[in-house]
């Protein structure tokens, strides 16, 4: 049966990215944009990570929902400097907001941001926040045809992340499919095979966020 | 540690979602919403829906998706009237887009059409596209704290669906606090426990929707 294909089209907001990028520079310091669908596992990947790299680094985190601040506790008990923004019904985060939001964390005190953007697999990718790296979560339920369908989120991350790959055996999921997309549309970005639960796979994403950092402190 | 909280200020977009409704009560069709994240199990559902459903009713399919027809193609192998909606890059279907497509599909001789909306939890559920119901699925593997995070999508739905359901065993899942979290913010709206994989649950969502699509054909 013949399939009749419409187009919606959209329109771009400007954004204050660049100046966000200046303010970061001048103060040495890395911002880790995280991407992903809600349930992908943003929250416990942060946490992992900070939990890691503390160790070499002195962390902050900007903290992005629509409403509330579920997630800003949990990350608040790491007891590190974190803001919560809510966008109030927002599907994304802008860069005035993290303009707005700098000044209010110890910038010349911290080597490293985590944002963690709104559950989302579309919208974020279209706002340049500013950040020094993008990283973008794909979690094992959510299948193996994202990056078919959902194609810029995928396009412009710094790396992929497959999370919850501790629950491959129970779902159908095409490893290769994905591997195959992500490299077609991102040819030079490394691809992570991570479980928050269980820690594996966590080692390597480490190093190569530590590699981002030292880059950004220098 | 304290929590600062900002606000991020949207716009918000009128529609013609009253003009999509008339046609719809002209033609005696009940157009139904299917919303929620990315890989929670739309395109499945429907198919599995519309396989029981076409035995009472004549039913077609408006496939939202950012880019491409992987889902359309999998809709159209059902031999019923589908028309593939991309949103070039949009988040959302807007009524704007169903009143175009409209009169694309022989409305006479359909009595249901299932919409199926982009892969999100925030921007569908801000636009009444003139649907009769809407429809939110939820997945197991996306974790019991989404009412909470995106409760806009929760309080204007006229159904939940905890899809895969079968998954249950493997997450960590409170389903009592999905089900109390909905119920206060959506106190009369059913909730039903589905699995399109096994088929487990689709008889009384079945039954759910008959009812809503008989009162639209009347």
Redesign the interface.
Known sequence: ?E????????EWNEDVSAQVREVLAANHVCMINIMG???AGKTSLITALIERLRRDWRIGVIEG?????????KI?AL?????????????H??A??IQ??LP?LPLADLDAIFVEN??????PA?FDIGESLRVTIL?????D??V?????MFTETGCLVLN?YD?IP?FEFDENRVRLNYESVNPDAPLFRVSSRTGDGLDDLCAFLSGKIAQAVK
């Open positions: 049966m399939i009749k294909v419409l187009h919606q089209v959209m669908s809600p349930g929902d629509i409403t509330g601040q579920i997630d800003a506790e608040a007891q590190i400097p974190a803001v919560q923004l809510n966008t109030d019904g927002a599907c985060i802008e005035m907001s707005n939001i209010m709104i559950g989302n697999l579309v919208c279209e979690s094992i339920p959510e299948g045809d994202k078919e369908k959902y194609p810029l919850k629950m129970y």
